[in-house]
T-cell receptor, first 113, second 114 residues
Framework: KAGVTQTPRYLIKTRGQQVTLSCSPI?????VSWYQQTPGQGLQFLFE???????NKGNFPGRFSGRQFSNSRSEMNVSTLELGDSALYLC????????????FGEGSRLTVL | AQSVSQHNHHVILSEAASLELGCNYS??????LFWYVQYPGQHLQLLLK??????LVKGIKGFEAEFIKSKFSFNLRKPSVQWSDTAEYFC????????????FGGGTRVLVKP
């Protein structure tokens, strides 16, 4: 079956703009998590959604937000982009939350100029 | 705050050598432990997991890990590596007290020379 699909794969934005990233989980998976990956900070947890509800949130400013739709697809949004937001944003899905057994997508690479 | 530490950032080995990657986590009560791997150009994937029971767990591709509760450690081992084991390895922990979100270590890049 198809894996986790993230779009777009690559994007370039300028400071002050906003961006929306999309994630389609594996069919049947109802939990979606988002991570930011950078060379300096590694993998940092952003948030987790299950049944359209945010269950967990990492230590990121309010500029980072997300949501989940009834079909389990998820989006994350970053407003007022800063240079430091340049990163690989990874989406992961699982059948249920709390398992730790995540299936990752290939990520959306965001470059902020 | 809960944290996960991986001792080595980079490891270089020759084929057939043994591999051991260290992982320590901060105390936080009930935990589940994982190793994930990212091969070059591929997405992160689960290598093995520990929830409870036998502290020695076996994963895919000949990898195993040992949970030592008294040392808060979950080290990854492979007796004889292959060139195809070149990858970045991430230790990860879920802390029940923190809502079971998955916390990753900084990763260890392993290069296996043919």
């Amino acid at each position: 079956k198809a894996g986790v699909t993230q779009t777009p794969r690559y994007l370039i934005k300028t400071r002050g703009q906003q961006v929306t990233l999309s994630c389609s989980p594996i069919s049947g998976h109802r939990s979606v998590s988002w991570y930011q990956q950078t060379p300096g900070q590694g993998l940092q947890f952003l948030f987790e959604y299950f049944s359209e509800t945010q269950r967990n949130k990492g230590n990121f400013p309010g500029r980072f937000s997300g949501r989940q739709f009834s079909n389990s697809r998820s989006e994350m949004n970053v407003s007022t982009l800063e240079l430091g937001d340049s990163a690989l944003y990874l989406c992961a899905s699982s059948l249920l939350p709390d398992t730790g057994e995540l299936f990752f997508g290939e990520g959306s690479r965001l470059t902020v100029l | 705050a809960q944290s996960v530490s991986q001792h080595n950032h980079h490891v270089i080995l020759s084929e057939a050598a043994s591999l051991e990657l260290g992982c320590n986590y901060s105390y936080g009560g009930t935990v589940n432990l994982f190793w994930y791997v990212q091969y070059p150009g591929q997405h992160l994937q689960l290598l093995l997991k520990y929830f409870s029971g036998d502290p020695l767990v076996k994963g895919i591709k000949g990898f195993e890990a040992e949970f030592i509760k008294s040392k808060f450690s979950f080290n990854l081992r492979k007796p004889s590596v292959q060139w195809s084991d070149t990858a970045e390895y991430f230790c990860a922990v879920t802390y029940k007290a923190a809502g079971n979100k998955l916390t990753f270590g900084g990763g260890t890049r392993v290069l296996v020379k043919p």
